[in-house]
Each structure stands twice: as C-alpha cells, then as structure tokens.
C-alpha cells in the first residue's frame, strides 16, 4: 500500500525583463527518516557526477 504523500507549496512573484512571473515550488512533506534517507541518496549521486565529470573543472 502506498502513501499519499502531501507538498508544502511556496509560491513567489518576481520581475523578469519587465513581465512579472509566477514561480511555484512544491516541495514533499517526510519523516525525518524518509528525508534523511532521500538526501543521503541525493548526495551519493551528486558524487557519482562529480567525480566523473571532476577533471574537466580547474
């Protein structure tokens, strides 16, 4: 069975070259431990890339 998982939703008005723009972000509310674990996973990634990639940057 899964969850229904619910966002927190922040929404900001900014100016860009003369037009306002709506900007919406949705981020998912966790458990700590769910968090934790997607962030973790996140970084292990991150340095995967980074690593691969790190030689091409001075």
């Known amino acids: 069975m899964t969850q ?3 966002y927190q939703r922040e929404i900001k ?4 070259q003369g037009k306002t723009i ?3 972000n949705l981020t ?4 700590p ?6 962030k973790k996973e996140i970084e ?3 340095y ?3 690593s691969k990639y790190g030689d091409r940057f001075p």
């Open 33 to 38: 431990k769910e968090k934790e674990r997607r």
């Open 48 to 50: 995967d890339v980074f």
């Open 4 to 6: 229904a998982v619910t």
């Open 44 to 46: 292990r990634s991150l």
């Open 22 to 24: 709506v900007l919406e």
């Open 28 to 31: 998912p509310v966790l458990p």
């Open 13 to 16: 008005a900014v100016a860009f």
